[in-house]
């Protein structure tokens, strides 16, 4: 199998045809399955470089203050990479009837960007799953996204582009917008900078309500609603940045504990009560969080041997 079929595959561009022979090659032996998730891991990386050094010259080009991109550490390349040889599995393919899924799956403390078929822009959040088509964008352009993501959609009135969850759909066009929807969390929350969208619930076919901009709808336990959306430091998680703003103490940490894949006990109730405020990087992890928490609250914690609970008393 050449090297310039299997990234014309990778791009989306193949024809039926080729398809059926690469997946009929990959089928035949393991070590061919290896090979091409080896070529699809360069791919990916290759492309994560170019689309970083593009960015270089577009802002040097404008020359004007823009959003930071995320700075590719060699700590997020690693997660890169672990992403991508881990995530783009092959499952039993039935040609015709199911298309196996690519997934990018981002760790605790991390975050990731990807650029889809179509165009599209994706920020994943940590602790996020992002999961579409191989041919995504040919057809139809449906995503399931569990976790958090910023979504950048591409224009294109012919296909509209779905982001489903573990309770809701978003329906858009081509718009700019930010889901968070954490498999088992029963909360769901879609918020609206640029464009229009529209909330269905799971099989529902007609929407529960439409978004204007910088509008959000937020559900929790069955229950939604719909308001103005003014808090755009809660969306610096794209930069690298968890920002709180007199934030409930048990909401903090119920934010802390997805985004770095632990377990919080809180042995004493009272400190719920506290509210915080502050902005702390990513990078420098939940213990670093609660130490600065602690000069303006009191309250101690201890962790596990395992570092994956915390106890806090």
Known sequence: MTQE?????????????EEKRILNWVDESEENRKTLQKERMLFDIALFTNTKADNKREKAAMGTRILPMLRWSARIAAVIVVAVSCGFLFKEYHYGKEAHLQTVAVPAGQRAQITLADGTKVWLNAQSTLSYSHDFGRNERDVELDGEAYFEVAKNKEIPFNVNTETNQVRVVGTHFN?????????FTTTLL??????????????LTRLGVNEVFISR??????????DFDYLRWKDG???????????LLGKLEKYYKVKIIVNNPKVLNYRCTGKFKDQDGVEHVLKVIQKDHPFTYSMSAEKDSIFIK
């Open 241 to 251: 940045l968890y920002c709180f703003d007199d934030t409930p103490f048990n909401l």
């Open 5 to 17: 079929l299997l990234h014309k595959y990778f791009k989306g561009n193949a024809t039926v045809e």
């Open 221 to 230: 336990d069955g229950k939604f609603r719909k308001e103005r959306f003014t």
């Open 179 to 187: 889901v968070c929807a954490y498999r088992g969390s029963n909360e």
């Open 194 to 207: 640029e464009g229009i969208v529209d909330i269905y619930a799971n099989g529902g076919e007609r929407p």
